[in-house]
C-alpha cells in the first residue's frame, strides 16, 4: 500500500494565493485610506480597479496549479474589499474630488469596481478556456 494521496482533484495553493490576494487588496484599500483622508478633496480615480487587480494579480503570481479558480476567487474578494473600502471612504466624507462621468466619487468607484471585476472574469474565463482547449488537442 502507498502512503501517498491522489490529490488530482484538489487545488493546491488556491486558499493560501486568494488569501495573499485578499492580503494584497486590504493593503492597497488602506493606501487608498491613508491617501483619501490625506487630501480627500483629490480624486484617487483609479484606486478601486488597483485594489481589485492588485489581489488578482498576487493570487495568479502564488497559484501553482489552478490560477483559473484562483484569479475567479480572489477577483471576488478583490471587488468586495474595495466596495466596503469605497462605503467607508464615502461615509468618512473622503471622496470628495471630482468626478469623470459620475455624479459623486463613490459612485464613479462603484461603476470602476464593476468594470475592473467584468475585465478581470473574462479574461480569465478566456484564459482558462483558451488554455482547456489547447490541453484538449494534445
Avoid at 493593503?27 to 492588485?54: D, E, I, K, S, Y
Avoid at 494579480?57 to 471587488?79: E, K, N, P
Avoid at 468618512?92 to 459623486?104: I, K, N
Amino acid at each position: 500500500m502507498s502512503s501517498e494521496r491522489d490529490d488530482s482533484n484538489v487545488s493546491k495553493g488556491t486558499p493560501t494565493s486568494v488569501a495573499a490576494g485578499l492580503i494584497a487588496s486590504l493593503g492597497f484599500a488602506l493606501l487608498w485610506g491613508v491617501l483619501a483622508g490625506w487630501r480627500p478633496t483629490v480624486t484617487l480615480h483609479l484606486a478601486p480597479v488597483l485594489v481589485v487587480g492588485a489581489g488578482c494579480y498576487t493570487a495568479w503570481a502564488r497559484a501553482r496549479s489552478d490560477r483559473c479558480r484562483a484569479v475567479v476567487l480572489a477577483s471576488i474578494v478583490g471587488a468586495t474589499v474595495a466596495v466596503a473600502a469605497t462605503f467607508g471612504l464615502s461615509v468618512v466624507g473622503w471622496l470628495r474630488g471630482p468626478t469623470w462621468f459620475a455624479t459623486d466619487a463613490a459612485r464613479e468607484s462603484y461603476i470602476l469596481i464593476g468594470a475592473a471585476l467584468i475585465v478581470i472574469l473574462l479574461s480569465a474565463a478566456l484564459g482558462c478556456a483558451s488554455r482547456t482547449s489547447s490541453h484538449s488537442t494534445r
